[in-house]
């Protein structure tokens, strides 16, 4: 079945708290915050759920400023800044709970945010193996 | 006051299937804090996503996790055929219906049995795995594998079912009934297994919204959230009804389960009535471009696959929100206040998958 | 509860003494992963598409390697083969303590048609 368009609202940094806050009001359930790369630059999208329709609020964001943190109204926000914050190096202001980058053990720090991984060749590959 | 110290609980333990590390903080034998750790089992399977080509990611996408596979393929193809403006023939639809319901029994059954064995109830443990085998056995048959089917493709299904193929699985599904009907009077009545979980970890109603619990954890505590509701892919043509349950115990959680069991064999036989004849499969040409959130039911609860592409073979980002993410914020608040001896089955009662979780 | 137990008593085990006793397969069971090189082109589709880096190709060497551990059998490459030369068994392969890698040499191309020696040599 064809699913329903998605539309996606992109708003600032400083609106976040505010747009939430009304999310929250109206009965929303929080179902998830995720992060991609855009560029040189991140964007976290956050996604609502009400009677079965998702809903996203999309802002910017980058390594060097820091976030405000959604856990004082979603409590449940607080795995998914964690992650992002473990994994993308963006820095969240005001978790609730706040693991301090040991949520999730990585080999090198903020594995998706920085160009650590370099994709080799497949030749270089093989020969590495 | 009693002076408090640090257990390490995992990341090997015997009751948990997979790594995850707990740090509980204790007072005596009282949890007061658990602090999760994850990352031993990340394997980088959404970065791998930039790589490969996006019709041959479904077989990675199907990899994210060894017990709920099936859905897991079949929601990164929907996610890309909403991208790419895809209608899948309705048949297609109806099949990964059937098969989703399928490896939900058989993720429930073990679940089921693991749940007997963290209480330590071994036989009843080797009989749910026993039942488990018989739905093994039809996805075998049907799709060429047992856990790991891989008949999931961009634009529909790889392999079609024939009509004798549905009658012996119309046949089969009363004596699995009278098998399930067995093990959730177990589950509902021993002894054994109502003193280790009734009234052990609670969550009540307004917490488990609050903490944004998915899947039969939320269920468990009288919320009607099911993803299937939404009626994505065939489900909008089959008569679904939620399993839910209000006592918010771990013995609650357990038997939406064990209710579950039943709402997918009636799922089974409903799609089976109503399934239109017709292609399974059409071709796919170009490359997405654009973005899209998927939503399905998964055995543990609602996964959310993000795929975003722009107009290339690989994709740009591939973003799976797994449910046991979801419910480590409701595992976290019912593990604070609760004895060292129920962590374990508390643990295990919102059925954690690792691997999904750190993809 | 008794009737369990004497339902059990009677069937005997539910289980089989793998690998003693052969594993079931049905007829569509994903097995493992064989290539008939006699028609093999070594064109590097399956080597492209393979989800698991498992598969080598190399058309100077006319060669075809698979790493037995590596591979997924999906059935990815079998979808794409334009000659349609590999195919998946039914069987599953015995258990073994260290990496496989099969290399499957092809007959030189000139005489295609008498080069039937195929050499399979399992390297540990």
């Known amino acids: 079945m064809k699913q329903p368009e998605q539309k996606i609202e992109t708003i600032t940094v400083s609106d976040l708290i505010h747009q939430v806050h009304v999310y929250h009001d109206d009965g929303y359930r929080l179902v998830q915050i995720s992060c991609a790369q855009e560029g040189d630059a991140f964007e976290l999208t956050y996604t609502f759920d009400r009677d079965l329709i998702l809903s996203h609020l999309r802002i910017p964001a980058d390594q060097k400023t820091s976030i405000p943190s959604i856990s004082r109204i979603y409590l449940a926000s607080f795995v998914y800044e964690n992650e992002i914050a473990d994994l993308f190096g963006i820095p969240f202001s005001g978790i609730a709970v706040d693991y301090k980058g040991t ?20 030749k270089q590959e093989d020969q590495h193996e | 006051m009693s002076k408090q110290i640090i257990v390490p609980f995992g990341p090997q333990h015997p009751v948990l299937p997979e790594p995850i590390h707990l740090d509980l903080v204790l007072e005596d034998e009282r949890v007061v804090e658990a602090i999760p750790s994850i990352g031993y089992v990340h394997r980088g399977l959404e970065k791998l996503v930039e790589k490969r080509d996006y019709k041959d990611y479904v077989f990675i996408s199907e990899r994210i996790c060894g017990i709920c596979s099936f859905i897991h393929g079949a929601t990164y193809c929907q996610a890309v055929e909403q991208v790419m403006g895809l209608e899948i023939p309705r048949r297609a639809e109806f099949l990964r219906a059937i098969w989703s319901e399928y490896s939900r029994m058989h993720s429930h059954l073990l679940w089921l049995g693991c749940f ?44 079609d079912m024939d009509a004798a193929e549905f009658r012996r699985i119309e046949t089969e599904i009363p004596g699995l009934r009278a098998d399930y009907t067995e093990l959730t009077r177990i589950f509902d009545e021993d002894l054994t297994v109502q003193t280790r979980t009734k009234g052990v970890g609670m969550l009540s109603k307004d917490m488990a919204w609050e903490l944004g619990a998915v899947g039969p954890v939320i269920r468990g505590s009288g919320h009607a959230v099911d993803a299937r509701m939404t009626g994505y892919g065939a489900y909008d043509e089959l008569d679904f009804k939620p399993v839910v349950r209000t006592e918010g115990d771990c013995h609650a959680r357990c038997l939406v389960r064990a209710g579950e069991l039943f709402t997918s064999l009636d799922l089974i036989e409903n799609a089976i009535d109503r399934i239109p004849k017709g292609d399974i499969l059409i071709p796919v040409k170009g490359n997405p471009s654009g973005e899209y959130y998927a939503q399905t039911e998964q055995p543990r609860g609602e996964v959310i696959h993000y795929v ?27 593990l604070a206040g609760c004895e060292l001896a129920d962590v374990p089955v508390i643990v295990l009662t919102i059925d954690p998958c690792i691997g999904c979780m750190e993809r | 509860m008794a009737l369990t137990v ?25 097995g493992h992963l064989v290539v008939n090189i006699n028609n093999c082109i070594f064109c590097g589709l399956c ?78």
């Open chain 3, 6 to 30: 004497l339902k059990n008593l009677v069937k005997g085990p539910a289980t089989i003494r793998y690998p003693y006793q052969p594993a079931k397969v049905t007829p569509v069971t994903r």
């Open chain 3, 47 to 124: 080597r492209a598409h393979c989800p698991a880096d498992a598969i080598e190709v190399s058309k100077p060497d006319r060669t075809w390697k698979l790493h037995q551990f590596q591979c997924v059998i999906c059935g990815c490459c079998v979808s794409y083969c334009p000659k349609d030369c590999l195919s998946i068994e039914q069987t599953y392969l015995p258990p073994s303590p260290a990496a496989t890698i099969v290399t499957v040499t092809g007959p030189d191309e000139p005489e295609k048609n008498e080069g039937q020696e195929e050499g399979i040599n399992k390297k540990l």
């Open chain 2, 116 to 159: 007997a064995d963290a209480m330590g109830y071994e036989n009843l443990f080797m009989n749910c795995w026993k039942v488990r085998e018989k739905i093994l056995d039809v996805l075998e048959r049907t799709t060429g594998g047992r856990v790991i089917q891989g008949v999931n493709r961009v634009g529909g299904v790889s392999r």
């Open chain 2, 308 to 334: 975003k592409a722009n107009g290339k073979k690989n994709l740009v980002r591939h973003r799976v929100r797994t449910p046991t993410l979801a419910n480590v914020p409701p595992l976290v608040h019912m």
């Open chain 1, 103 to 122: 949520f999730i053990r990585t080999s090198v720090p903020h594995p998706f945010g920085t160009p650590q991984i370099t994709t080799l060749k497949k």
